[in-house]
């Protein structure tokens, strides 16, 4: 996806600059032209059931290219993670029964604990990393389609597949950015908890600092929740602009400002609409995989004699339903959540920067019709 200068930052144009009159209240009384469509959304200022059919708009008419790359970069990512984890435990495998099954009334040595640690934190990291990357992927896909959704282009998989891979580094370093600075009062309410804990430990003080943890945290909880919205339009500039990670964090600031309760509700509802349907998804997956595992209980406790193959079979049977479930259901979760994300950001610069004048000079549709005036007018 090349980088369009009608999709780049409106520089220095604010609310009234051009095309602000997409965001002004209509006057009564006044004749309203037809809001261009060529995409999936009007271009217009959108409300909140506007945001949330558009974005079931883009998933219905572009599902090839999300669930293909999605379900693409998950056939990547997981089979790298589990040789990740067969590398990790091969290579200390020996020192396992020497800590985890010593011999009575010994303890175990540092020779077998330390490199026990040692993997598994270099396997949290590696593990960490791949997730990012995979994340990343899939969350600069989501506003990589919704461009051509906007615009009512028509895509493939192989383009998406190259603008998602080609924005996820900076969509992973804005993503981390935002995500330690808006952690930042969490991380400082547990280092002004921790060492107050170390020093005043005792018996008789050791539960009153400790209850007073989750105090600390509420306290910090609307902070961090504050941070996050205002940084959340981040991965879609970073995409529809090819902005830098703190470049894209200030754009998102920018364009948050003075909607951030408008834009924390569509995000919430938004947020709601996704996990009940990606729940309504799994349920019939975990049905069928509880079914498979009837019979077997069913003859265990009558008990008949139940084959170490029959269960294995089961119980294989039951967790690979439920494994299908889960991916579909989270890969719809993702996807309609940056979606909508996608569609507050889009839809914040239509109100602010005129960004339906630039998208119709792009695709070449002609501009609304004026209003017309009134005979005798000055």
Same mark, same amino acid.
């Given at each position: 996806?090349?980088?369009?200068?009608?999709?780049? *930052?409106?520089? =220095?144009?604010?609310?009234?600059? &051009?095309?602000?009159?997409?965001?002004?209240?209509?006057?009564?009384?006044?004749?309203?032209?037809?809001?261009?469509? *060529?995409?999936?959304?009007?271009?217009?200022?959108?409300?909140?059931?506007?945001?949330?059919?558009?974005?079931?708009?883009?998933?219905?008419?572009?599902?090839?290219?999300?669930?293909?790359?999605?379900?693409?970069?998950?056939?990547?990512?997981?089979?790298? $993670?589990?040789?990740?984890?067969? /590398?990790?435990?091969?290579?200390?495998?020996?020192?396992?029964?020497?800590?985890?099954?010593?011999?009575?009334?010994?303890?175990?040595?540092?020779?077998?604990?330390?490199?026990?640690?040692?993997? =598994?934190?270099?396997?949290?990291?590696?593990? @960490?990393?791949? %997730?990012?990357?995979?994340?990343?992927?899939?969350?600069?896909? @989501?506003?990589?389609?919704?461009?051509?959704?906007?615009?009512?282009?028509?895509?493939?998989?192989?383009?998406?597949?190259?603008?998602?891979?080609?924005?996820?580094?900076?969509?992973?370093?804005?993503?981390?950015?935002?995500?330690?600075?808006?952690?930042?009062?969490?991380?400082?309410?547990?280092?002004?908890? /921790?060492?107050?804990?170390?020093?005043?430990?005792?018996?008789?003080?050791?539960?009153?600092?400790?209850?007073?943890?989750?105090?600390?945290?509420?306290?910090?909880? #609307?902070?961090?929740?504050?941070?996050?919205?205002?940084?959340?339009?981040? &991965?879609?500039?970073?995409?529809?602009?090819?902005?830098?990670?703190?470049?894209?964090?200030?754009?998102?600031?920018?364009?948050?400002? !003075?909607?951030?309760?408008?834009?924390?509700?569509?995000?919430?509802?938004?947020?709601?609409?996704? %996990?009940?349907?990606?729940?309504? /998804?799994?349920?019939?997956?975990?049905?069928?995989?509880?079914?498979?595992?009837?019979?077997? $209980?069913? !003859?265990?406790?009558?008990?008949?004699?139940?084959?170490?193959?029959?269960?294995?079979?089961?119980?294989?049977?039951?967790?690979?339903? $439920?494994?299908?479930?889960?991916?579909?259901?989270?890969?719809?979760?993702?996807?309609?959540?940056?979606?909508?994300?996608? $569609?507050?950001?889009?839809?914040?610069?239509?109100?602010?920067?005129?960004?339906?004048?630039?998208?119709?000079?792009?695709?070449?549709?002609?501009? #609304?019709?004026?209003?017309?005036?009134?005979?005798?007018?000055?």
């Amino acid at each position: 996806m090349t980088q369009n200068t009608g999709w780049g *930052p409106a520089g =220095g144009q604010g609310p009234g600059g &051009p095309g602000a009159g997409w965001g002004g209240a209509p006057q009564w009384g006044a004749w309203q032209p037809q809001s261009p469509q *060529p995409g999936v959304i009007p271009l217009r200022p959108l409300n909140l059931a506007e945001i949330l059919s558009g974005t079931f708009a883009t998933m219905r008419r572009h599902w090839k290219q999300l669930v293909g790359v999605m379900l693409a970069v998950l056939a990547i990512a997981l089979p790298v $993670m589990a040789l990740a984890v067969v /590398i990790a435990v091969a290579s200390v495998f020996s020192h396992f029964e020497p800590v985890f099954d010593p011999p009575f009334g010994e303890d175990p040595t540092p020779e077998h604990v330390v490199p026990l640690l040692v993997a =598994g934190g270099v396997l949290f990291v590696v593990l @960490c990393v791949i %997730g990012v990357l995979a994340t990343s992927v899939m969350t600069s896909l @989501c506003p990589a389609v919704l461009r051509e959704a906007v615009m009512g282009r028509p895509t493939t998989f192989r383009t998406m597949w190259r603008a998602a891979f080609r924005r996820a580094p900076a969509v992973a370093g804005a993503t981390l950015l935002s995500g330690l600075i808006a952690g930042a009062p969490m991380l400082a309410a547990l280092v002004v908890w /921790i060492p107050l804990l170390i020093a005043t430990v005792s018996e008789h003080t050791a539960p009153l600092l400790i209850n007073l943890l989750p105090m600390f945290l509420l306290t910090a909880a #609307p902070l961090v929740v504050w941070l996050t919205v205002r940084f959340s339009l981040a &991965p879609a500039a970073v995409v529809m602009e090819g902005a830098r990670p703190v470049t894209a964090l200030r754009r998102s600031v920018a364009l948050v400002r !003075g909607d951030w309760w408008r834009i924390l509700g569509v995000t919430l509802a938004a947020g709601m609409v996704a %996990g009940a349907v990606s729940w309504v /998804i799994q349920l019939p997956f975990q049905i069928v995989g509880l079914m498979g595992m009837i019979p077997v $209980m069913v !003859g265990v406790e009558n008990g008949s004699d139940a084959t170490p193959a029959g269960l294995i079979t089961s119980l294989g049977f039951a967790v690979a339903a $439920m494994a299908v479930g889960g991916v579909a259901g989270q890969t719809f979760q993702i996807a309609f959540t940056q979606l909508s994300t996608g $569609m507050l950001y889009v839809d914040q610069r239509i109100r602010r920067e005129g960004l339906a004048d630039a998208i119709l000079a792009e695709v070449g549709a002609p501009a #609304p019709a004026a209003a017309p005036t009134a005979p005798g007018a000055a």
